[in-house]
């Protein structure tokens, strides 16, 4: 890993219809728009989903790293995070978001370990970090031939 602090840089291109042209250096243009729930047409990514892919893919890839620093062996993972977005006051924002982990490990693999090293990602996602809104985690572990 490189020293900190790291800058991430994107550019968002639009017109006043249609969806927005989001890209970053030597990465692939995405679209965005508006989710159905603010009118938007429902068949793009969204800022909002966009956010909770960003939670999700961050606790995985830390959960990667800390996995293998600890020696967990491990053959699967999926993660959900899903946020509610409310109005507070007079802004809109996400009030929670609950991220569940469902981890497969082989019958040879501690499942007490594997959750420790599910909540220590949990606890340094950045991402997560981030968020001004409570943010909650379930496991599931799955014993391989379970």
Known sequence: MQQL???YKVKVEGQPEGSLATSAKALPVIQVAPPEEFGGPGDQ?????LLMASLADCLVLSFKSIAR?????WSAIECESDGKL?????KV???DVLSTVRL????SASQEK????LHKAEETCFISNSLAC???LACEIVVAGD
């Open 45 to 49: 990514w969204s800022p909002e989903e």
């Open 93 to 95: 924002q996400f009030t």
């Open 86 to 90: 409310e109005k507070v006051g007079s």
């Open 69 to 73: 620093a600890s020696r967990l062996e």
């Open 104 to 107: 497969t490990i082989p019958a």
């Open 5 to 7: 602090p790291h800058q």
């Open 114 to 117: 594997a959750e420790k090293l």
């Open 134 to 136: 409570e943010t909650r």
